[in-house]
């Protein structure tokens, strides 16, 4: 099956999703379209399922109901060597960067390469090397291992890995949690320039009230097990359900706008 | 299909990068991708390049990506280090902004100075020992702290972790009974066999006795239970602490107050100290039990013949003996285990590695400790 892309098509349709844990049902009849191109926030209190969410587009969680595309392809019920295949199209990173801590930097970024292409050891490490410097990370980050990296460079290097095979498709858990707000808005940055010259479509979850207004296109609000909102931030902020304002009115939210909108 | 999208390849038909030179001109075609450059020399070092000033027309490449953009700016210095300049590069601009982006990135980047090459096998061989010296070191400073540990305790009892003693007490002991126990009763019809085979040849089958009662209960029982404790329980502490150690629990417990010493050492010393010898003991009634269900299959030593010659023959020092050895092979397997626990440093692969360390070093200490228990026992003249 060809797997093309399109500016400005969806490539990511989310329909009637319905997941549980047991008896705790956490999203039902969830709808949602991701285009191509766009920075796509997913926010909303704790507990209202954005992890949930992420996992269950990127393949790591079994919905109990409810339809998925990725590229124009059902994930719902996809068979192993399907998987794979399009598991090669997008790239994650996880909230604690979940880099493999018995492997350098630069073997943390060239494992999807050796999986997937059957290019030689030598052309990996360039192709690693490059991912590294894409994120902004200095070429002897590359010889360190995971346990000697800080905060920031740990979550660059994450993003190098996730970056490796030129996914079309990026999803990012909580980018700049626990990052120093100069680190946390150098990666917001990074990832708007990486989506602007990489062709890149993003979806992150995120509570990073600067992060929803410097770097997202679109910002998805669930609540109820649905979402409840989706618009571009500064339209979702005039929304009126109780739960979208609460959350962006308290007072954090209105320093957060006002701060982007003297930026503006 | 749009073929500016750089990530517009489809996976079903990718077409494979090309590089023609006529002239001074070369000339790019189809996909310059992951995918379309997985076969091809991304160097291009069999083209016959143009000498001097050349153009590189690169408007007919249908789709790019980072590769590809890294591909092309290895070329472009690659031939300007030969003396070639570039004079002229033709792309379309989105992907000129990805070939600025990559060569931007690279020169910032800089580039990783070689890995120091590692010395010679003298070298070597003398960091090993560094390496080794300083952790013996560690582990006795680790053992005295252990003994001051208990010395505050012996002091101000009533701060003791009764919970956590009882519970470790538990796991370590209670729950292994049926391991030991069954390979216990093994070793015991082991020996029997083996050694009956003998006997009877002699006709001396009575003295299987001896052989089983001195064998099981000087040596081996102790011996066999030790190992079996410290590849399940050492381990297991080696694994708790690290883990607690990769998860900041053990800085944790620094910065409330509690010494990580007395919460997570002693109890586990004192329980294992506790809990090896009775597993002795029960190691040595089931090993001596499978001794003599072979006795009497093999050797028609009855079941009473075999308990009448027992007091007569095996003395209370043996048994003691045995005994005495068990909690210091205790004491070497919880000390080692924990001690290895708290060298977990960075993340899961050290708690991995660090786990074997453990067994293997308390297994070899518990060995060697034996062999120095046999020394001294013969030196002072006990052999029974």
């Keep these: 099956m060809a797997l093309k892309v399109m500016p400005g098509e969806v490539v990511i349709a989310v329909r009637g999703l319905r997941t549980q844990f047991g008896d705790a049902v956490i999203h039902d009849q969830l709808d949602l379209d991701i285009r191509h191109g766009e920075i796509v926030a997913l926010v909303g209190g ?32 996809i068979g192993d060597s399907a998987a794979f295949r399009l598991r090669r199209r997008f790239g994650m990173l996880f909230q604690q960067g979940a880099l493999f801590s018995s492997l350098t930097v630069r073997e943390n970024v060239a494992v999807p390469l050796r999986e997937h292409t059957r290019l030689p050891m030598a052309r990996i490490m360039e192709i690693a090397d490059l991912k590294i410097a894409l994120a902004g990370l200095a070429a002897e980050v590359g010889d360190k291992l995971p ?58 979850v995120t509570h990073d009230l600067d992060t929803l207004w410097n770097a997202t296109d679109r910002v998805a609000f669930l609540g109820e097990r649905r979402v409840i909102g989706y618009a571009p931030m500064r339209e979702l902020t005039q929304a009126q359900h109780p739960l979208i304002r609460a959350y962006f009115e308290g007072p954090r939210g209105r320093a957060a706008q006002e701060q982007a909108c003297k930026a503006k | ?38 076969t091809v020399d991304p160097r291009w070092r069999k083209v016959r390049w143009p ?67 590692s010395g010679g096998p003298l070298e070597r061989l003398g960091q090993r020992i560094v390496f080794h010296s300083v952790h013996a070191l560690d582990f006795l400073a680790f053992v005295g702290e252990a003994a001051t540990a208990m010395g505050r305790l012996a002091l101000r009892p009533n701060r003791f972790r009764w919970r956590a003693l009882f519970g470790s007490i538990e796991t370590a002991g209670v729950n292994a009974l049926p391991i030991v126990g069954l390979l216990a009763f093994m070793m015991g019809v082991v020996i029997a066999y083996q050694s009956g085979q003998q006997l009877r040849v002699y006709g001396a089958n009575i003295f299987i006795v001896e052989l089983v009662a001195l064998t099981m209960l000087r040596e081996l029982a102790p011996l066999i239970t030790a190992i079996i404790v410290a590849g399940r329980t050492g381990s297991s502490y080696t694994a708790q602490i690290g883990t607690m150690q990769v998860t900041e629990e053990v800085d944790a417990l620094r910065t409330i107050g509690i010494r ?13 100290t506790i809990a090896l010898p009775l ?37 209370p020092l043996s048994f003691l003996i045995g005994m005495g050895k068990a909690p210091v092979f205790a004491a070497i397997i919880a000390l080692v285990g924990c001690y290895q626990g708290f060298q977990v440093r960075g993340g899961a692969d050290s708690v991995g590695r660090q786990t074997t360390v453990s067994v293997v070093q308390s297994i070899f200490l518990v060995i060697a400790a034996d062999a120095l228990f046999s020394v001294i026992l013969g030196g002072v003249g006990i052999w029974r």
Excluded: N
């Design chain 1, 46 to 77: 704790s507990g209202s399922g954005k992890t949930t969410l992420l996992r269950a587009i990127i393949m790591l969680l079994q919905p109990a109901a409810g339809s998925i595309e990725l590229f124009g392809q059902q994930i719902v019920g």
């Design chain 2, 51 to 117: 000498t001097g000033a050349w153009r590189l027309d690169g408007s007919a490449i249908r789709t790019i990506d980072t590769t590809g953009a890294l591909s092309l700016a290895m070329i472009i210095a690659d031939r300007e280090q030969a003396g070639h300049p570039l004079q002229q590069l033709d792309l379309r601009e989105e992907h000129q902004a990805l070939l600025d982006l990559v060569q931007e990135r690279r020169a910032s980047a800089g580039t990783a100075p070689a890995s120091s090459a």
């Design chain 1, 147 to 204: 346990g000697e990296l800080s905060g920031g460079m740990l979550k660059r290097a994450a993003l190098a890995r996730a970056l490796a095979l030129d996914p079309a498709l990026l999803f990012l858990d909580e980018p700049t949690a626990g990052l120093d707000p100069v680190s946390a808005g150098a990666f917001d940055e990074l990832v708007v320039q990486l989506k602007q010259s990489l062709g890149l479509t993003v979806v992150m």
């Design chain 2, 279 to 315: 597993l002795t003991v029960f190691a040595d009634v089931l090993s001596v039990f499978g001794g003599m269900v072979m006795a009497r299959a093999l050797l028609d030593v009855s079941f009473s013949d075999f308990l009448d010659r027992f007091p007569q023959v095996v003395t």
């Design chain 2, 260 to 272: 990580p010493m007395d919460l997570l050492v002693l109890p586990k010393l004192l329980a294992l």
């Design chain 2, 1 to 38: 299909m749009k073929a500016s999208s750089p990530i517009s390849s489809s996976t079903a038909a990718v077409e494979p990068a090309t590089l023609h030179c006529q002239g001074q001109v070369c000339q790019c075609q189809g996909d310059w991708t992951l995918d379309g450059l997985e």
